[in-house]
C-alpha cells in the first residue's frame, strides 16, 4: 500500500441510511453504489429494489446470490419505510446470520429505533442519519453548497435565494447550478437572484396569504392567479386561504378579550416570526369581519367537493372576492 493512502474499512453487511437530508442521502447511495462497482468491476453486483414494489424475500434471495468477481454484492433497497411487519421480520432473521459476500442498504424513513430490524441493523451494520439543516440555517447551507462549486454568494444574496426557493434543497441547489452557469466568477448580486430564480409554491402562498393579511385586494389576486397558473390545486390553496383566515380570527378575537396579540399568535404553535407577522395583520380586523369571512370558506368547502356544479378555481375566486368585500 501507498505511504499516506488510508485502507478503506471492509464494507458493513448492512446499513441503514435515513433522515431529512436528501442529497446528503443521495450523495450517500451513490458513494456506496460507486465503492461496490469500482471493487467488483461491474456494476451486475449491484441491485436495486423498491420496498413500495418488491418483498423482502426477493430482497433476501438477491443478497444472498454470490457476486460475479470480486468484491461483494449489494442490495440496494428504496423507501424502506413502505415494508410492514411481515417483511421486516424477514430482513431482521437474514441480519440474524449474514452471509459475508453482500451489503444490505436498507434507505429512507419508516424504521423506529424500537423495532427489530432497527435493532438488527445496529448490530451487524450501521446506521447513518443525515437530518436538513433548520429552516434558519438553510441559507447558511446555501452558500457552503455555492462554494462547493466556487460560486460566490453572500449572506444577504442566500436569504434572499431561500426565501424565492424555499425549503427544498434539491430546489436551492438548481438554483445555485443555474446562477453559477450565469455569473460565472463573479459575485452572485441579488438582481441575479430575483431575476433567475424560481419562486417556490409555498413562497407564492405565503405571499398571498400575507397580502390577505394586509388586505391589498389587489395583490391577493395577483397571487391567486399566479398559483392556479402555476397548476395549483384549487383545494390546497382554499386551505392555505383558510387556515390564515381561522388564525386570524382567534388572534382578533383574543385581542378584543384584552389578551395580548403575539401571545395569542405564539398559542397557535407559530414560531416567532410568523406569529409576530399574524399579530401584526390582525390589527387590520374586527373579529366579527373574520367570522363571516369564515362562514364563507366553509361553504366552499362544499362547492370544491361538488356540491355546485361549478368549476373549482372559479368557485375560489368568487369566495375570495366575497372574502375580501366583508373583512
Not at 24 to 36: G, N, S, T, W
Not at 91 to 116: M, Q
Amino acid at each position: 500500500m501507498t505511504k499516506g493512502v488510508k485502507k478503506q474499512e471492509k464494507l458493513k453487511p448492512v446499513y441503514l441510511i435515513t433522515g431529512s437530508d436528501e442529497p446528503k442521502i443521495e450523495k450517500a447511495v451513490r458513494r456506496l453504489k460507486d465503492r461496490v462497482i469500482s471493487e467488483s468491476g461491474t456494476d451486475l453486483n449491484v441491485d436495486v429494489f423498491d420496498a413500495a414494489e418488491h418483498s423482502a424475500h426477493a430482497v433476501v434471495q438477491a443478497a444472498s446470490t454470490p457476486p460475479f468477481g470480486l468484491g461483494v454484492r449489494l442490495a440496494l433497497v428504496n423507501n424502506v419505510g413502505f415494508w410492514h411487519k411481515a417483511d421486516k421480520d424477514v430482513i431482521t432473521a437474514f441480519l440474524g446470520d449474514p452471509v459475508d459476500y453482500s451489503c444490505l442498504a436498507l434507505v429512507g424513513g419508516g424504521i423506529r429505533k424500537n423495532e427489530a430490524i432497527y435493532k438488527a441493523v445496529m448490530e451487524a451494520g450501521q446506521v447513518l442519519v443525515f437530518e436538513a439543516p433548520r429552516l434558519a440555517g438553510l441559507p447558511a447551507w446555501a452558500q457552503e453548497q455555492a462554494a462547493g462549486r466556487g460560486l460566490k454568494l453572500g449572506g444577504r444574496e442566500a436569504q434572499r435565494l431561500v426565501a424565492l426557493a424555499g425549503s427544498d434543497q434539491r430546489a436551492i441547489i438548481n438554483e445555485i447550478d443555474k446562477l453559477s452557469a450565469y455569473v460565472g466568477k463573479r459575485a452572485v448580486e441579488l438582481e441575479d437572484i430575483d431575476e433567475l430564480c424560481w419562486v417556490s409554491r409555498d413562497t407564492k402562498v405565503w405571499d398571498m396569504t400575507d397580502a390577505i393579511g394586509a388586505r391589498d385586494r389587489e395583490a391577493v389576486f395577483r397571487h391567486l392567479e399566479e398559483l392556479l397558473a402555476d397548476h395549483a390545486a384549487p383545494a390546497s390553496v382554499f386551505f392555505s386561504m383558510a387556515r390564515h383566515l381561522r388564525n386570524l380570527c382567534e388572534v382578533v378575537s383574543a385581542g378584543e378579550r384584552g389578551e395580548d396579540l403575539t401571545h395569542a399568535a405564539h398559542a397557535l404553535g407559530l414560531k416567532p416570526y410568523p406569529a409576530k407577522k399574524l399579530a401584526a395583520q390582525s390589527r387590520n380586523f374586527t373579529a366579527d369581519g373574520l367570522r363571516r369571512a369564515v362562514m364563507i370558506f366553509a361553504e366552499l368547502d362544499a362547492d370544491i367537493k361538488g356540491r355546485k356544479d361549478q368549476r373549482p378555481d372559479l368557485a375560489l375566486e368568487i369566495a375570495v372576492a366575497r372574502v375580501l368585500d366583508i373583512v
